[in-house]
């Protein structure tokens, strides 16, 4: 489990894109370099870490199901995750 405090960040930086996203078009399309950089750094979508749901995890992240590989196998095996088998050959 990753400290709550990594989480809360992320999550803020999460708002903070949010936030500037439309101003930062507007800039981006301007071509305003100067003005992108007066912005916040957390403002930038790039800074947004992906996180497993459950555990907070960053490495080994896997899109398609928002978890990391480890809760992704545990869930899989339990059968929580619909259309996902264990193969075998």
């Known amino acids: 489990m990753a400290k709550k405090s990594w989480i809360q960040r992320n999550q803020r930086k999460m708002a903070a894109v ?17 003005g992108l950089a007066k912005l916040p750094r ?26 990391s590989r480890l809760t992704f196998r545990e869930d899989a095996l339990a059968g929580l995750i619909p259309g996902v088998t264990k193969a075998s050959w």
Do not use: Q
């Open 18 to 34: 949010k936030k500037y996203a439309a101003l930062r078009a507007e800039l981006k399309k301007k071509k305003d370099y100067a």
């Open 42 to 67: 957390d403002a930038s979508p790039v800074r947004v870490v992906n996180r497993c749901r459950k555990t907070g995890r960053r490495h080994s992240y896997i899109r398609k199901f928002a978890c």
